[in-house]
């Protein structure tokens, strides 16, 4: 009820915002030339600013103050960031500090100590991850007062294991099976990409349209199929599973990036100075990998960040449903669809509530951060000037 | 006299790169009378695109007006209101960029893009606009006025878009047409057309024109003054004539100057000798289409053969066939009198080594990720297998050779240079490899006078220090009469002339190569005028044709 009205409110307001800005500017060009349309769309902004305050101070909706809070503080961190990465390091990575916008740095920041977490979860995890620990279902925030406990800062779980534990587990099991599948699915796609674009002929047209195939059904249920076969095949090894699954969704994206690498490939096989290469009598291998492959970069890389998310979903989607990365492996997938119950109590005990948020949550902030290093790298390398 | 119809005062640009502000251009005045046509001339960078752009009172994106004003009028355009600019544009002002083809939308038809200006200001209705349309195409000597306009985009010839790009210009009657370089990208042949249309059409409803180009016998044939431009300063400003005779600054001489660089013709080379390279008897083609009609020609040791036709001709077909890119369907190519592989991928390294090429556009010639060293070196290291500090020091003689600072442009990347320095590094390149025989694909048509000279004078010291014989493919006959020891005229894939280049350029000539050198625009301002009388008035596209 009260948005229609808001904004048919600012439709009111914004030619009389207009209209004041001339006066009191002595009509400057700004205001002048200002359309409707972009003044409507201030108010709103303007609007929007004094909804969001509204929902902080005055009716103190717990998970929107943590969204601000949160992003406040990522932000603040981010600038500390770039500016230690200003003041340290070597020339090139200051200057590239330097020109750094902040979303970039916040999105490598992010990253860093992801990987850190991943690396070095072993030791940085309280607990193991399979450990089940004496209280099933503590709430998070380590009050006793709320039913929580000091031991536990992010409470446990149905059966009581300690989900800060796995959280920091599941970034070693996520992130570490969704890199190691990326990278598998780009050496894939991307040499058979280079190799149709380079020699064409039969080879590109055979490599085309087996990638067609392959594209033409859907990709989830197609993993989903090929991995009740996996699990048949694997039997009780766990672990081989997980390696069936690596290759599996590899194949599956690879076909995209196949897709990517050869258009690509094919603008830059067309230029001039792969005719002199060849003309020169260079072999294959030095024309793919020094002729067409540095040329290449920048694009592919924004599609390895793309599909390092895709591929990452693809995986906790797959858990979700059950055949992914198995229990009691720690999985964010899995934590999601474990711990969903929790939602129905975020009316009563917001706290509770938050409990599959944080799983989902970080699965949503490596994606933002890694698309933040994406889009910082292709401006970069596209050569775009403000 | 009257007020002028544009005035410029005081107008300084600038824009923005590396998070600087640059300036474009310096405090420059323009005074446009009605009726009047001014040349605004200079080098690449000189700002005189920001100019024309400017006397719309629009800047591309990046660039801003930082002082001065644009009076159209009496309208003051720099700080008029986006609405009285827009009602301007396209009604009283009006723009015709250097590619047609990429100025028209390729899904309209011309016709239609044509009416979109008058429709849009309530000049005329559509029906009444497009019966304008015919007229005017009609005027501008289009082939098949009705009809033309009913035809999209890529359905017709450069230079008709070109001149149906004038048209739609000229659709509102405004006041004022900016003219970007419309015919640098033409064929000599098809550029007199579009000239002889744009004259016209100027003269004919009396519009004042700004017409920008690099090309000083293209201005001295459209302008009524002459404007020189440096570096976005103003060098000097003369009445057309007194320009041509008597050029005021070093610069504006220098300018002048670069046509007159001629070198002298090689003697003769004996009968009997054997060609470093004879193409023989050699037809081609792409898919199903025959381009290549039986082509006959020797290029001997040491000397230039300028391969010269308009676009379309099968000059660069030929250069792909030398170097096998595109194997010949009958024929063979000979090289120091043995036959060559037809395909590339079955001739040896050694082969390869002694036919290098040297690309029309050093942008896409050049790894841009490479700096130069790598770029010079590859050929180097790939033929000779030298390394570390030999190889090092061979691309910094090359780099000497090419008369590039081996300090400062060493590590370099492509994006660092400019032009004329990017086609040197192509040429050091093909260098680099120690050949015989060097194609030049139009090497300087994408340079600016000054620096294509340059380039011309590098090729033929190289040639007299290293012996080198070159296949000089150009449309350009200026570049032609500069080096050339040999010409062969080609058109629609067959050799129609060829011999000396004292002979070629001396009468009687094929009736073709006579249409191409005549087409040639001259310094002399009255040479369009005098060249259409001669052609017969009236119909000039016809004239050319009959000539054939």
Redesign the interface.
């Known amino acids: 009820m009260i948005i229609p009205l808001a904004l048919a409110l600012g439709l009111l307001v914004a030619p009389l915002v207009r209209w004041s800005g001339r006066r009191l500017s002595g009509d400057a060009p700004y205001w002048r030339d200002m359309p409707y349309g972009a003044a409507y769309g201030y108010v709103l902004a303007a609007l929007a600013l004094a909804g969001s305050a509204w929902l902080y101070f005055v009716n103190g909706n717990v998970f929107f103050r943590w969204g601000v809070q949160g992003f406040i503080a990522f932000a603040i961190a981010a600038y500390l960031f770039r500016l230690a990465g200003r003041h340290i390091g070597t020339g090139w990575s200051r200057r590239q500090f330097r020109k750094m916008p902040l979303t970039a740095s916040f999105g490598i920041l992010t990253i860093l100590v992801y990987a850190v977490v991943a690396i070095f979860a072993q030791w940085l995890a309280p607990y193991g991850q399979e450990e089940i620990l004496a209280r099933a279902n503590l709430v998070p925030g380590g009050d006793p007062a709320l039913g929580g406990d000091p031991g536990f800062p992010l409470g446990t779980d149905q059966i009581g294991r300690d989900i800060l534990s796995r959280l920091i587990y599941g970034a070693q099991n996520t992130v570490g099976i969704a890199f190691a599948t990326t990278c598998l699915a780009f050496l894939l796609g991307g040499t058979l990409g280079f190799l149709a674009a380079t020699l064409g002929g039969w080879l590109d047209q055979l490599l085309s349209r087996l990638m067609d195939v392959l594209m033409a059904i859907p990709a989830l249920i197609f993993a989903l199929l090929l991995m009740t076969i996996a699990s048949a095949w694997a039997g009780s090894e766990r672990g081989l599973l997980t390696l069936y699954m690596v290759v599996i969704i590899a194949v599956i994206d690879s076909t995209r990036v196949f897709r990517l690498s050869r258009a690509v490939g094919l603008n830059i096989v067309v230029m001039d100075y792969i005719e002199a290469a060849r003309l020169r009598g260079e072999g294959l291998r030095y024309l793919v990998f020094r002729e067409i492959l540095p040329n290449a970069t920048a694009p592919l890389l924004a599609e390895f960040g793309l599909r390092f998310c895709f591929v990452f979903l693809t995986i906790a989607s797959l858990s979700f449903l059950g055949v992914g990365i198995q229990p009691p492996l720690a999985d964010w997938g899995t934590m999601v669809r474990d711990l969903s119950q929790f939602i129905n109590y975020a009316a009563f005990v917001p706290l509770a509530a938050s409990v599959p948020l944080l799983a989902a949550g970080a699965i949503a902030l490596l994606t933002v951060a890694v698309n933040f290093v994406v889009d910082w790298m292709l401006h970069r390398s596209s050569g775009l000037k403000e | 006299m009257s007020a002028p119809l544009l005035k410029i005062r005081d107008l300084w640009i600038e824009g923005?790169?590396?998070e600087t502000w640059n300036p474009i251009i310096n405090g420059v005045n323009l005074d446009l009378h009605r009726g009047e046509v001014l040349g605004l001339i200079g080098e690449s960078g000189a700002g005189k695109s920001t100019l024309g752009l400017a006397a719309m009172g629009f800047t591309r994106d990046?660039v801003r007006i930082r002082k001065g004003s644009v009076e159209f009028d009496g309208i003051e355009l720099v700080?008029a209101?986006?609405?009285t600019r827009r009602s301007l544009l396209g009604k009283r002002i009006a723009y015709v960029a250097q590619s047609a083809a990429a100025s028209f939308n390729p899904a309209h038809r011309l016709i239609d893009q044509y009416a979109e200006a008058p429709v849009q200001h309530g000049v005329m209705g559509r029906k009444e606009s497009q019966a304008d349309a015919v007229e005017l195409y009609r005027r501008l000597r289009l082939p098949d006025p009705e009809e033309i306009g009913f035809r999209y985009p890529h359905q017709v010839s450069g230079g008709q878009l070109q001149r149906a790009m004038t048209a739609m210009a000229m659709s509102s009657r405004p006041d004022l047409i900016i003219f970007d370089e419309p015919t640098t990208a033409l064929d000599v042949t098809t550029q007199i057309e579009v000239l002889a249309a744009i004259r016209d059409i100027v003269e004919q409803f009396d519009t004042a024109a700004i017409y920008i180009t690099h090309d000083l016998a293209v201005v001295a044939q459209m302008a009524d003054r002459i404007k020189v431009l440096l570096r976005g300063d103003e060098v000097e400003e003369a009445e057309t004539r007194e320009m041509l005779a008597d050029p005021k600054e070093e610069y504006t001489r220098s300018l002048w100057a670069v046509r007159a660089y001629k070198r002298p013709q090689k003697p003769l080379v004996p009968r009997g000798q054997t060609p470093l390279l004879r193409v023989d008897g050699v037809s081609a083609s792409y898919g199903r289409t025959p381009v290549l009609h039986n082509v006959h020609f020797d290029i001997h040791e040491g000397r230039t053969v300028a391969v010269v036709g308009e676009s379309g001709s099968g000059k660069s077909t030929a250069a792909r066939c030398i170097?096998?890119?595109l194997p010949p369907t009958e024929g063979t190519i000979e090289f120091m009198g043995e036959a060559l592989p037809a395909d590339?991928r079955r001739?040896s390294?050694d082969q390869?080594r002694q036919?290098?090429?040297i690309?029309q556009?050093a942008d896409?010639?050049?790894?841009?990720?490479?700096t130069v060293a790598q770029l010079i070196g590859?050929?180097v290291q790939?033929?000779s297998g030298l390394r570390g500090k030999a190889l090092r020091a061979r691309v910094d003689d090359l780099l000497e050779q090419i008369e590039l600072e081996p300090e400062t442009y060493r590590d370099r990347l492509p994006?660092e240079l400019s032009g004329g320095q990017k086609q040197r590094v192509g040429i050091a390149?093909a260098l680099a490899?120690e050949p015989r025989f060097i194609i030049c694909d139009e090497v300087t048509s994408a340079l600016d006078q000054l620096v294509a000279e340059g380039i011309l004078r590098l090729l033929a010291n190289l040639q007299d220090k290293l012996g080198l014989s070159y296949m000089f493919i150009t449309h350009d006959l200026a570049t032609v009469r500069a080096i050339a020891d040999e010409v062969v005229v080609m058109k629609e894939g067959e050799v129609v002339e060829q011999g000396a280049k004292d002979d070629m350029f001396r009468p009687p000539h094929h009736a073709y190569t006579d249409l191409l050198l005549s087409s040639v625009p001259e310094m002399d301002p009255d040479w369009l005028t005098n060249l259409l009388a001669e052609r017969g008035v009236g119909n000039i596209g016809e004239a050319a044709t009959d000539k054939m």
């Open positions: 923005r790169s590396d990046g700080k209101p986006a609405a170097t096998g890119l590339y001739r390294k390869l036919i290098q090429m690309y556009m896409t010639a050049l790894n841009p990720s490479k590859r050929p790939f033929y994006s390149r490899a």
